[in-house]
């Protein structure tokens, strides 16, 4: 893993983006993309870049189950916000929040990922390490399937809707199989309250207690962190 340490999320995304651009330079990518508050700000400057996308295609990692596109809380929502609106891919899935039929999904979205490898994707991390939906003691072979979101995740997400019937109990993610077939992953974390997922995830062990550990076996990821995320670290590069 390269490691690199970032003033502000600005200095982060700047990274982020020159990577984009790189890919595109050569050919229309396959981006990965992820929702959240730390890659905010790649949205937000690729939005206000020149770049072109319109050959290009965007895959992102999950959806929460149940809630329609339109749906303020709605990934298809967050991603129209901060990134459709101002750039149009030649096609961007996200998985069918709508469609109850979870084995449908897992495999038409694994199938539109083989179809369309991943080129580069963009990843944060929860507070509890996990990556996508995938909460600790989610095997690291596992591909696109339906998660049952933990209480804690459920309970953070209740502030959100008028009532607890609405808050969603399960989401549609990729796999941890699936994220690790990306051929790039640049990882995105600020603050402090990401400071131990990140130590775990760079410092221990590779263990499915810890989902983001898995990382340190992949051939080319990037963590972009700032200091308040990096606090916890033994060293860095
Ligand atoms: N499914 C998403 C993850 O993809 C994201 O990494 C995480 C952290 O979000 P934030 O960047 O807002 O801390 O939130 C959710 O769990």
Do not use: C, W
């Not at 507070?127 to 804690?152: M, W």
């Amino acid at each position: 893993m390269k490691i690199i340490t970032v003033e502000d999320q600005l200095q982060g995304a700047q990274i982020a983006v020159a990577k984009i651009k790189k890919i595109l330079s050569h050919k229309p990518g396959v981006f990965g993309l992820a929702t959240g508050s730390s890659p905010l700000e790649i949205y937000r400057q690729l939005s206000q870049s020149k770049l072109d996308f319109s050959n290009s295609i965007s895959i992102n990692l999950d959806e929460y189950v149940g809630l329609a596109p339109n749906h303020p809380q709605s990934y298809h929502y967050f991603m129209k916000q901060n990134l459709f609106n101002n750039k149009q891919f030649l096609h961007s899935y996200i998985p069918d929040g709508l469609n109850p039929n979870a084995q449908e999904v897992e495999n038409e979205y694994e199938q539109i990922i083989k179809d369309h490898p991943i080129d580069l994707q963009i990843l944060g991390i929860g507070q509890n390490g996990h990556i996508g939906f995938n909460e600790p003691l989610t095997s690291f072979d596992s591909r696109t399937h339906q998660v049952a979101l933990t209480k804690s995740t459920i309970d953070a997400n209740a502030r959100f809707f008028d009532n607890a019937d609405e808050v969603p109990k399960y989401a549609y993610s990729m796999g941890i199989g699936t994220i690790m077939k990306a051929k790039e992953i640049v990882f995105v974390a600020y603050g402090e309250k990401k400071a131990k997922a990140v130590h775990q995830m760079i410092d221990g062990p590779v263990t499915i207690d810890v989902p983001a550990s898995v990382l340190q076996t992949h051939p080319n990821v990037t963590v972009i962190i700032d200091h308040k995320a990096g606090a916890l670290l033994k060293k860095i590069e």
